[in-house]
Nanobody, 120 residues
């Protein structure tokens, strides 16, 4: 499955961004979707994920309460809505997919990443 992430940009602390991830090449509903982020010099960090049905979501403690992951089957798109952004949220954000939600960075499919920069 091919993943195309978009929606990153520069935002002030306290602001919001919505990232999009459009999937192609395989049946969208067969895949759980997730988001990782990677700050310079750091390992990829799990942000959150949504199951294939969209019925369950999982979030990292660092973003819990500030982000929402959703998916729309008709457009093969997953979203990461981020609110109350902090400078420490600055990173390249990657969309990921796999047949099940995975723990750690072992997801099979990764998109190209979109930069999010939060200014203080």
């Amino acid at each position: 499955v091919q993943l195309q992430a978009s929606g990153g940009g520069l935002v002030q602390a306290g602001g919001s961004l919505r990232l999009s991830c459009t999937a192609s090449g395989r049946t969208f509903s067969n895949y759980a979707m997730g988001w990782f982020r990677q700050a310079p010099g750091k390992e990829p960090e799990f942000v959150g994920a949504v199951t294939r049905s969209g019925g369950n979501t999982y979030y990292a403690d660092s973003v819990q309460g500030r982000v929402t992951i959703s998916r729309v089957a008709d457009t093969n798109t997953a979203y990461l809505q981020m609110n109350s952004l902090k400078p420490e949220d600055t990173a390249v954000y990657y969309c990921v997919a796999d047949v099940h939600v995975r723990y750690g960075s072992t997801w099979t499919y990764w998109g190209q990443g979109t930069q999010v920069t939060v200014s203080s």
